[in-house]
């Protein structure tokens, strides 16, 4: 049979957000014709994220800034936090190319700025640009390495990811780079082995009012849908809906190759709770849009593709701003303390998801809480200062620590045991037991006293999100799809959280971002081998 083909390209990118506008640009520089599709509007998890990237090793910025920082240093750091995610000799090409991968950004008109935080937050205002978004300069990590600023934040007023997809769009669009949007890919075209393209339905050629509609509700779906799941469930019906009616369906050839970069997987819940049977997934917040549903690993694995890491689920509890609960006692039902409080929030996430019930309270008394208050304005947004002031008006207040335990349900003796723990450290000069530096450990024994609830729960004032890391597993120097017998697809790519990457064991804010960029990059520069060979 001859197949017939609607379109074709060099290389087909499927979704474009920040790993797929990174994959085009990086196979339109090789010289390749590139087509990118997008279910909806483009952008992706990017787009709506905080346009966190995580980079050292002496990146522009950061030398602007007076931040010192090498490549072995950062290295040490991510070696720890990483753990196995990746080979060593990736995560130190990751090391070695981010002050390049910086510069690459800003070539593409990425803003960044070398304005430093002056203090530990998990967002900095708009006043600030560069700051600690990882564990750093928490305990256990600076004996591993020098801490170094490593968070860039896009320079941009409110949440910053539209500041990093935004530009890099402009600037593929520039360079020819063609983008069909609302366009769901549904299976992967095999020829002899090969991938060869996409079939797909596409709203383009539908009315242009059509197009118009179903363009605002990808909109309402992206934000405030990705706030509140309800509504953007409600909007996918009619999207769904409009696609039923006026997609039709489309065959796209990929002559050189195809890019996956079509997210994680934690829209679909029955796809997670397959994956990750015991995770308390339900009481989060999914993070990404409603095309982070795990279609393109779907795809892959139908041509017999590995995955990895698909148990592995990020889960952030942030309680700073305001900076001075970094000093308090987060204490599980038991009464016992769980973690450094002064880790990035995902380490907190990941403790509290371990804890009896996933149950969990920050332990203050009256110094840090009007400390605390102090604080809130300063150092908060406007989303930020809406969750510390819940927190701490609704925090769980006693004269004693006895007297809050009991009325938060949590043995008296047993809070009262912890906290003596860790004044007598303290008073005593002993390291924390938890590892928390000297320098923002504070002693709890001023009366009054509060817990306040950090538990995980559906709140959409204090939401706890949730994303996946865990995808299709890629050959390392080249971003090639591995099958399940140990080879690789031929034709095919992926990157983002579409695949395993350099956090896919251990998050903090700007490393998916970063990996993103790098593993798109990496993806679309190979994808277009075929191509320039013929």
Not at 25 to 51: H, I, K, P, Q
Not at 111 to 129: A, E, G, R, V
Not at 414 to 434: Q, S
Request: proline residues 5%; hydrophobic residues 40%.
């Amino acid at each position: 049979m001859v197949r017939t083909w609607d379109s074709s390209a060099d290389v087909v990118v499927v979704g474009y957000g920040g790993a797929g506008v990174a994959a085009a640009l990086a196979a339109r520089e090789a010289g390749a014709d590139v087509l990118a599709l997008d279910r909806f509007l483009g952008g992706g998890a990017t787009a709506l994220s905080g346009g966190i990237v995580y980079a050292g090793g002496g990146t522009w910025v950061q030398r602007a800034a007076g931040v010192e920082d090498d490549v072995e240093n950062m290295l040490a750091y991510l070696r720890a936090e990483v753990g196995d995610a990746v080979s060593e000799q990736t995560l130190r090409r990751f090391c070695e190319g981010s002050a390049e991968l910086i510069e690459w950004l800003s070539r593409h008109g990425v803003p960044f700025q070398p304005s430093l935080c002056p203090y530990k937050t998990s967002y900095p205002t708009d006043d600030h640009y560069l700051y600690y978004s990882g564990s750093e300069n928490s305990g256990g990590f600076r004996e591993l390495a020098k801490p170094a600023q490593r968070g860039h934040r896009a320079h941009g007023r409110g949440v910053s990811g539209k500041k990093v997809f935004g530009p890099l769009a402009e600037s593929a669009a520039h360079r020819g780079v063609r983008v069909q949007t609302g366009t769901r890919a549904t299976r992967l075209v095999v020829e002899d082995g090969r991938v060869v393209g996409v079939e797909a339905t596409t709203l383009s050629g539908a009315p242009a009012g059509v197009r118009r509609r179903f363009a605002a509700l990808a909109k309402i779906s992206a934000k405030p849908g990705v706030y509140h799941q309800g509504l953007r469930q409600a909007v996918q019906v009619l999207m769904d809906r409009i696609e039923r009616k006026h997609g039709r369906p489309v065959r796209i050839r990929a002559k050189s190759g195809v890019v996956l970069t079509t997210g994680g997987f934690i829209a679909d819940g029955a796809m997670v709770a397959r994956h990750a049977p015991d995770y308390p997934w339900a009481e989060g917040l999914p993070l990404g849009t409603a095309g982070d549903d795990g279609s393109g690993i779907r795809m892959a694995e139908a041509l017999g593709a590995a995955t990895g890491k698909m148990d592995a689920i990020s889960t952030w509890r942030f309680i700073a701003p305001p900076s001075a609960l970094f000093a308090s006692l987060a204490v599980d039902a038991d009464g016992r303390r769980m973690v450094d409080e002064s880790r990035y929030g995902a380490a907190l996430g990941a403790a509290i998801a371990a804890s009896p019930g996933n149950r969990a309270w920050l332990l203050i008394d009256a110094p840090l809480a009007a400390e605390a208050q102090r604080q809130l304005g300063p150092q908060s947004v406007w989303f930020q200062r809406m969750q510390g002031e819940r927190l701490l008006r609704l925090g769980i207040t006693g004269a004693t620590v006895e007297d809050v335990a009991a009325r938060a349900g949590i043995e008296p003796a047993a809070l009262r045991k912890t906290v003596d723990a860790h004044n007598a450290a303290i008073d005593a000069g002993r390291p924390d037991p938890m590892g928390k530096p000297d320098d923002i450990r504070k002693p709890i024994r001023t009366g009054p006293f509060a817990l306040l609830d950090i538990s995980f729960k559906e709140r959409l004032t204090y939401p706890t999100p949730m994303l996946t890391l865990g995808g299709l597993l890629v050959d390392e120097d080249t971003g090639a799809v591995r099958t399940t017998d140990g080879g690789t697809i031929p034709g095919l790519f992926a990157a983002g959280r579409a695949a395993v990457g350099v956090c896919s064991n251990s998050y903090v804010s700007g490393l998916s971002l970063a990996d993103c960029v790098f593993s798109g990059r990496r993806a679309g520069a190979h994808s277009v081998q075929l191509s320039s060979a013929v």
